[in-house]
């Protein structure tokens, strides 16, 4: 079957340094993506990784390992606003997205 | 605003009733996909369209779903016999395809609460 893991709630402090990891087994890859959901709001693109390495936007970066089937989602300066529920999802080899079921991160001050 | 949006926003209706969602898709774009969110989970595909055509749906979903694309631009999703197993939030995304790449953008997400 296809599977992807996040952990399901991680915490971290204003100011500091978060990294999310996500794992996965899927029938084929064509491309990792994190999204970012707020409490009752729809999810957001972040970003989109399909070459091993690092993709850099901002405070954001997000790795991928297609060899380990790993990715993760790094957040620097944290900010309050960066509460929120992070989602990986994996592109099959039918083009579809698998979706992790997100991981929520809760920012103390 | 030129975003993904559906209406309504929320909706609460009574075991048995049939409901309808609307999805205005972003103008430029060629696929609208529909996926059911529940508290603590990802979104769970549905089903999905290019332009007008219907090109896949789950196998988990029921006959009593249903969904449109009548001109391939926006989209209905109806819900027949209503059952409290389908409150959940309702998302559309939609995607321009051009060659391997596509990046879904979603709309606000319709929640549905059966009594």
């Known amino acids: 079957g296809q599977n992807i893991d996040q952990p399901t709630e991680m915490t971290a402090t204003e100011g500091a340094i978060v990294q999310i990891n996500c794992t996965y087994q899927?029938?084929?890859?064509?491309?990792l993506f994190w999204y970012q959901q707020h409490a009752g709001e729809a999810p957001t693109f972040l970003s989109y990784?399909?070459l091993d390495g690092l993709e850099e936007k901002g405070r954001f970066s997000s790795f991928l390992s297609r060899s380990k089937g790993y990715s993760y989602l790094l957040l620097k300066e944290l900010q309050m606003k960066d509460s929120a529920s992070y989602l990986c999802?994996?592109?099959?080899?039918?083009?579809?997205?698998?979706w992790g079921a997100g991981t929520k991160l809760i920012i103390k001050p | 605003d030129t975003g993904v949006s559906q209406d309504p926003r929320h909706k609460i209706t009574k075991r048995g009733q049939n409901v309808t969602f609307r999805c205005d898709p972003i103008?430029?774009?060629?696929?609208l996909y529909w996926y059911r969110q529940t508290l603590g989970q990802g979104p769970e595909f549905l089903t999905y369209?290019?332009?007008?055509?219907?090109?896949?749906k789950s196998r988990l979903l029921s006959d009593r779903f249903s969904a449109e694309r009548p001109k391939g631009s926006f989209s209905t999703l109806e819900i027949q016999r209503t059952e409290q197993g389908d409150s959940a939030m309702y998302l559309c995304a939609s995607s321009l395809v051009s060659g391997d790449q596509e990046t879904q953008y979603f709309g606000p997400g319709t929640r549905l609460l059966v009594l």
């Open positions: 999802a994996v592109r099959d080899s039918n083009y579809q997205l698998i």
């Open positions: 899927t029938s084929g890859f064509n491309g």
């Open positions: 369209f290019q332009n007008e055509a219907q090109l896949e």
């Open positions: 103008s430029e774009h060629n696929r």
């Open positions: 990784n399909v």
